[in-house]
């Protein structure tokens, strides 16, 4: 929020098909965040880095709202084929955890926004 001090840098990493609902609701909430977009993790589904800085008090409240709006959730995928659709019947199914965020915060002495 305006005149708070900015103490806390968040790094933020979440998959590309939930960052636009976290964004929107970051803004809503008066987070600022820079936006970097990598490509990575298990079958290399798009990954968006987020950039926050914030205050240690609003942490609480940032986590609920990535885990509210990043929920985690099962996916089934086929194992050991070559990924062509219609796949074989017979092959082994595994199953991942997708969605979700992983957050590192890192404390600062100056945050400056030009």
């Not at 968040?10 to 636009?20: A, E, G, H, N, S």
């Not at 800085?53 to 070559?82: E, M, N, Q």
């Amino acid at each position: 929020m305006a005149g708070e001090q900015i103490d806390r840098l968040v790094v933020l990493i979440v998959y590309r098909w939930q960052y636009k609902g976290l964004i929107e609701a970051l803004t809503k909430r008066n987070y600022a965040a820079t936006v970097i977009h990598a490509t990575g993790g298990l079958m290399h589904e798009g990954m968006v880095t987020l950039v926050i800085g914030t205050s240690h008090r609003r942490l609480p409240a940032l986590f609920c709202l990535v885990r509210d709006t990043c929920p985690a959730s099962t996916r089934y995928i086929p194992y050991d084929v070559d990924m062509m659709i219609p796949w074989e019947p017979e092959c082994e199914i595994v199953v991942i955890r997708a969605g979700g965020a992983t957050a590192f915060v890192v404390p600062v002495e100056r945050f400056v926004q030009l």
